[in-house]
């Protein structure tokens, strides 16, 4: 550090701070503490890009320390141990999370680590200064649970493969906690359930826990309830973990203890009833009945495994047991606050989870500085900025990733806020539940705008369009400027849909499957069409490799499905959609509306219903030019808005 601390200051020493729980806990320290922290990590440039990338912003507190927990001494050299020795709280958090690490890198990671870690804590406390030892565990871990359960430690695992990653752990847990009586410093050791990610946005990029079961679901490998309705998988989120990790941190006498970090199980959701959360959410099947929990695992360990990648490790965190948490609602009434109700955030967890487990791109390149947020029941994705937000709604066989490179550009060139929005069952947005597609995709869109009180520009490409100008209508805001690309609802050339509409009054799962046929070189062929690029080029192929591997998710193809029947199959009123949609009147807030057509389209034509208010302005491409000619639109969409600020200028005069 390059100070010398305060009397009574915090430093903190910490293990495990790029991992899912560690990163959320050192922004809550930066954004809430004026803890100083040292963090122990294998590459500082690394962490450091991590943490950056997570939204950590300020390092002024911060000091890296290159190390391994895995390595005799982890790695450190005198001039850290001095270091180190400064801190006066230490919280051990470390270790990779993966059920099937083999015996002896778990040993190396955990219980050496352990040990190590001990050795540290005991050389502080010599010289009096240890104020606190936080150690993080797993919730199945016996001790502290009681005499009974502490002396399963030594259970029948010893030569077990299988239970290498929780063994280790467990006997960690066991030894700093003897080291503690021994040395006489506080310890709390904090056991949190399978980790889920924050409030509002549910990012959970640690697939190994409850993603392992979305998988199953996905892909159809789940079609029994494990255990039945005795059973349970207990779940915290992750800042509900950093929150009371940094609670502990600042306290200044702290009273020691252990802390399961879960809800009852009484007040929790029991495996039948996640299970049809999460069917419903994923758009499959609810299970039929239930099979008892031994029988599954032993059929993982026959070829199961094999064949679904559902390791059978994976199910040690689904239990009937009921746990103490007593001291857990102690400290969180010393914390101020309730435990959370997860089902709240499940649809959100899960749609995250269901589209990270999608295989990507070899050739994609996300931009890495932009941010995700949530608005209403959708995920989006975007920048923050000066002035008026663009709000962008994408199209069919799109989710908000295709259309980061025309936000970026418009970022770029505006330096205004710009926020992409999955629809409602596509990209990382839960599906809507209601029984009417559109109305669903509609209302949706208007709650996350009711959540965006300043004045915006509104922009929707395909039926994204249709979305977005039935929204702004729906909304009755005069404060929205809107842009149409490509507009698609009833303007369908029927020539060239015959077969497609004869394929969607098929029932709904065919329909679906049918979709999921489809090859990626068949989708690369559709986009290429008067696209305006040459054959191969990468934007078409990465675009149809990302259509053909969204469409392994039952959610996203269920979506589509549902979106096409609307466009192709949904429209009986005597007016067409964009008479009684695409009639704006203009204001001296929203100027001239806009909508740009690319006239190489096969399979729409300009909607006749557009009234004469809408700027027109036409491209030589095809149906996706918002994607493929991202640079121009958005050149196009900065000159708009531009001299809609001058029309609106001149009538103010």
Same mark, same amino acid.
């Given at each position: 550090?390059?100070?010398?601390?305060?009397?009574?200051?915090?430093?903190?020493?910490?293990?495990?701070?790029?991992?899912?729980?560690?990163?959320?806990?050192?922004?809550?320290?930066?954004?809430?503490?004026?803890?100083?922290?040292?963090?122990?990590?294998?590459?500082?440039?690394?962490?450091?890009?991590?943490?950056?990338?997570?939204?950590?912003?300020?390092?002024?507190?911060?000091?890296?320390?290159?190390?391994?927990?895995?390595?005799?001494?982890?790695?450190?050299?005198?001039?850290?141990?001095?270091?180190?020795?400064?801190?006066?709280?230490?919280?051990?958090?470390?270790?990779?999370?993966?059920?099937? &690490?083999?015996?002896?890198?778990?040993?190396?990671?955990?219980?050496?680590?352990?040990?190590?870690?001990?050795?540290?804590?005991?050389?502080?406390?010599?010289?009096?200064?240890?104020?606190?030892?936080?150690?993080?565990?797993?919730?199945?871990?016996?001790?502290?649970?009681?005499?009974?359960?502490?002396?399963?430690?030594?259970?029948?695992?010893?030569?077990?493969?299988?239970?290498?990653?929780?063994?280790?752990?467990?006997?960690?847990?066991?030894?700093?906690?003897?080291?503690?009586?021994?040395?006489?410093?506080?310890?709390?050791?904090?056991?949190?359930?399978?980790?889920?990610?924050?409030?509002?946005?549910?990012?959970?990029?640690?697939?190994?826990?409850?993603?392992?079961?979305?998988?199953?679901?996905?892909?159809?490998?789940?079609?029994?309830?494990?255990?039945?309705?005795?059973?349970?998988?207990? &779940?915290?989120?992750?800042?509900?973990?950093?929150?009371?990790?940094?609670?502990?941190?600042?306290?200044?006498?702290?009273?020691?203890?252990?802390?399961?970090?879960?809800?009852?199980?009484?007040?929790?959701?029991?495996?039948?009833?996640?299970?049809?959360? +999460?069917?419903?959410?994923?758009?499959?099947?609810?299970?039929?009945?239930? &099979?008892?929990?031994?029988?599954?695992?032993? &059929?993982?360990?026959?070829?199961?495994?094999?064949?679904?990648?559902?390791?059978?490790?994976?199910?040690?965190?689904?239990?009937?047991?009921?746990?103490?948490?007593?001291?857990?609602?102690?400290?969180?009434?010393?914390?101020?606050?309730?435990?959370?109700?997860?089902?709240?955030?499940?649809?959100?967890?899960?749609?995250?989870?269901?589209?990270?487990?999608?295989?990507?791109?070899?050739?994609?390149?996300?931009?890495?500085?932009?941010?995700?947020?949530?608005?209403?029941?959708?995920?989006?994705?975007?920048?923050?900025?000066?002035?008026?937000?663009?709000?962008?709604?994408?199209?069919?066989?799109?989710?908000?990733?295709?259309?980061?490179?025309?936000?970026?550009?418009?970022?770029?060139?505006?330096?205004?806020?710009?926020?992409?929005?999955?629809?409602?069952?596509?990209?990382?947005?839960?599906?809507?539940?209601?029984?009417?597609?559109?109305?669903?995709?509609?209302?949706?869109?208007?709650?996350?705008?009711?959540?965006?009180?300043?004045?915006?520009?509104?922009?929707?490409?395909?039926?994204?369009?249709?979305?977005?100008?039935?929204?702004?209508?729906?909304?009755?805001?005069?404060?929205?400027?809107?842009? +149409?690309?490509?507009?698609?609802?009833?303007?369908?050339?029927?020539?060239?849909?015959?077969?497609?509409?004869?394929?969607?009054? /098929?029932?709904?799962?065919?329909?679906?499957?049918?979709?999921?046929?489809?090859?990626?070189?068949?989708?690369?062929?559709?986009?290429?069409?008067?696209?305006?690029?040459?054959?191969?080029?990468?934007?078409?192929?990465?675009?149809?490799?990302?259509?053909?591997?969204?469409?392994?998710?039952?959610?996203?193809?269920?979506?589509?499905?549902?979106?096409?029947?609307?466009?192709? /199959?949904?429209?009986?009123?005597?007016?067409?959609?964009?008479?009684?949609?695409?009639?704006?009147?203009?204001?001296?807030?929203?100027?001239?509306?806009?909508?740009?057509?690319?006239?190489?389209?096969?399979?729409?034509?300009?909607?006749?219903?557009?009234?004469?208010?809408?700027?027109?302005?036409?491209?030589?491409?095809?149906?996706?030019?918002?994607?493929?000619?991202?640079?121009?639109?958005?050149?196009?969409?900065?000159?708009?808005?531009?001299?809609?600020?001058?029309?609106?200028?001149?009538?103010?005069?």
């Amino acid at each position: 550090m390059n100070q010398t601390t305060n009397l009574g200051q915090t430093v903190l020493f910490m293990t495990g701070s790029t991992g899912f729980i560690g990163k959320e806990t050192v922004k809550q320290l930066v954004e809430k503490t004026d803890v100083h922290m040292l963090l122990l990590v294998r590459s500082e440039q690394r962490a450091r890009t991590v943490l950056e990338s997570y939204g950590v912003s300020n390092f002024e507190r911060i000091t890296f320390i290159v190390g391994d927990l895995s390595v005799q001494g982890l790695g450190l050299t005198p001039e850290d141990r001095v270091l180190i020795r400064e801190a006066n709280v230490i919280l051990h958090s470390g270790g990779t999370m993966d059920i099937t &690490l083999e015996r002896e890198i778990a040993e190396k990671v955990f219980r050496r680590g352990a040990r190590e870690i001990a050795k540290l804590a005991e050389d502080i406390q010599r010289r009096g200064g240890l104020r606190h030892f936080i150690h993080v565990v797993g919730f199945m871990s016996p001790y502290g649970q009681g005499s009974e359960r502490e002396e399963q430690i030594r259970f029948n695992h010893s030569d077990s493969q299988e239970s290498a990653y929780e063994e280790m752990k467990f006997q960690a847990d066991g030894y700093i906690r003897e080291h503690a009586k021994r040395y006489g410093y506080p310890l709390s050791v904090v056991n949190p359930s399978t980790v889920v990610g924050p409030r509002p946005t549910g990012e959970t990029e640690q697939t190994g826990g409850i993603g392992l079961l979305i998988g199953a679901v996905q892909k159809g490998f789940m079609p029994v309830v494990p255990g039945g309705s005795s059973y349970w998988l207990p &779940l915290v989120e992750n800042d509900v973990v950093a929150e009371t990790l940094v609670f502990l941190t600042k306290d200044a006498i702290p009273l020691g203890g252990t802390y399961p970090l879960l809800a009852r199980k009484e007040t929790s959701p029991n495996m039948k009833e996640l299970l049809h959360i +999460l069917t419903k959410q994923l758009d499959v099947p609810k299970p039929a009945g239930a &099979l008892p929990l031994s029988w599954i695992q032993e &059929l993982l360990n026959i070829g199961g495994t094999r064949i679904s990648g559902i390791p059978a490790q994976s199910l040690a965190f689904i239990t009937d047991r009921t746990f103490q948490v007593e001291e857990t609602e102690g400290l969180l009434k010393r914390m101020g606050r309730t435990w959370p109700d997860i089902r709240e955030q499940l649809p959100f967890i899960t749609a995250d989870l269901d589209y990270r487990l999608l295989p990507k791109p070899e050739t994609e390149h996300v931009p890495t500085d932009c941010i995700r947020v949530r608005r209403g029941n959708l995920a989006m994705l975007g920048w923050e900025g000066k002035g008026e937000p663009w709000v962008i709604v994408h199209g069919l066989l799109q989710s908000a990733d295709d259309l980061l490179p025309l936000g970026l550009q418009l970022r770029k060139l505006t330096g205004n806020p710009v926020w992409i929005v999955d629809l409602a069952g596509f990209g990382r947005s839960p599906v809507h539940l209601e029984p009417d597609a559109f109305k669903g995709q509609v209302n949706a869109l208007v709650d996350a705008l009711t959540e965006m009180k300043l004045p915006l520009k509104l922009i929707g490409h395909s039926v994204g369009a249709a979305i977005a100008a039935a929204a702004l209508k729906r909304s009755g805001r005069k404060d929205i400027r809107l842009v +149409l690309l490509q507009p698609a609802a009833d303007n369908v050339n029927e020539g060239n849909s015959r077969r497609l509409k004869q394929m969607l009054r /098929l029932p709904r799962r065919v329909v679906r499957t049918l979709l999921r046929s489809k090859s990626q070189r068949s989708w690369a062929r559709m986009f290429g069409t008067g696209s305006g690029l040459g054959v191969g080029d990468d934007s078409i192929d990465t675009l149809a490799q990302r259509v053909y591997a969204s469409f392994r998710s039952p959610r996203i193809a269920g979506a589509h499905v549902d979106l096409l029947r609307w466009i192709h /199959l949904g429209h009986k009123q005597e007016l067409s959609f964009w008479e009684q949609y695409g009639n704006l009147k203009q204001t001296k807030n929203t100027g001239d509306p806009l909508v740009i057509w690319a006239e190489k389209d096969r399979d729409y034509h300009y909607p006749v219903g557009l009234h004469d208010g809408y700027q027109k302005i036409t491209l030589p491409y095809g149906h996706y030019f918002p994607v493929f000619q991202f640079e121009q639109t958005a050149v196009i969409l900065m000159e708009w808005a531009e001299n809609s600020h001058m029309n609106n200028d001149r009538m103010e005069a």
